[in-house]
């Protein structure tokens, strides 16, 4: 049974209009985690939140924004995305922070 | 800031070769995981370790973590073709986790 769901797999949108990404669990951890991961490259952390409280890396642009709604749902919000905003977005929760982390299977953004 | 690199970068094995790469931390480390990527999926949990000089094995993968706790390696024993993907070790910040440079793994039939 998939324990982290990411919807939908595959997302395309134009340049510069909004799209949201949306996770949900079923391992009720308290942390989910919000990954950006380009071709060829490591997954980059762009922010978590542990519970409610909300943890923006310092290097992820003001365009990305984050919601968690409850224990289960977190989504990812592009205000603008831009060519360079094309990826793979990974969602991932922990029990606690920095112990063993689940990943869904990720949405692949295409913007044209 | 905290920087976990790999090396190397890419690795092309013949089926049955031995294969291992290596993790680096410019900090020491709290614990360090390793994560299985597979062509077009997503990281997968392999193991944690956390005590100093710590080896463990799963069937043909030996995690080792240095005894400073700042290097870390994976050695699989006879390479198969289902050993295919990008292994990356992870490193936990200060309330969060690193992901390392990653080894590319192909394996040659």
């Known amino acids: 049974d998939a324990m982290v769901i990411q919807n939908p797999r595959y997302q395309v949108t134009q340049f510069g209009k909004p799209v949201t990404l949306s996770c949900s669990q079923t391992l009720n951890h308290n942390v989910m985690y919000w990954y950006q991961q380009k071709s060829s490259q490591a997954p980059k952390l762009l922010f978590h939140?542990?519970?409610?409280?909300?943890?923006n890396e310092a290097d992820t642009p003001d365009n990305f924004q984050s919601r968690r709604p409850n224990t289960s749902f977190c989504f990812l919000d592009i205000r603008s995305p831009g060519l360079g905003d094309a990826a793979m977005y990974l969602c991932?929760?922990?029990?606690?922070?920095?112990?063993?982390?689940?990943f869904g299977q990720g949405t692949r953004l295409t913007v044209v | 800031g905290q920087q976990v690199m790999q090396i190397p970068q890419y690795q092309h094995v013949q089926e049955g070769e031995d294969f291992t790469t290596y993790c680096n931390s410019s900090?020491?480390?709290?614990?360090i995981q390793w994560y299985k990527q597979r062509p077009g999926g997503h990281p997968v949990f392999l193991i944690q370790l956390v005590k100093s000089g710590e080896v463990k094995k799963q069937k043909r993968l030996t995690f080792q973590f240095g005894e400073a706790k700042k290097n870390s390696s994976l050695h699989i024993t006879a390479t198969q073709t289902t050993d295919v993907g990008t292994y990356f070790c992870?490193?936990?910040?200060?309330?969060?986790?690193?992901f390392g440079t990653g080894t590319r793994l192909t394996v040659i039939p």
């Open positions: 992870a490193g936990p910040g200060a309330n969060n986790l690193f």
């Open positions: 900090t020491t480390l709290s614990n």
């Open positions: 939140y542990y519970d409610k409280d909300f943890n």
């Open positions: 991932a929760t922990s029990s606690r922070l920095i112990t063993e982390a689940f």
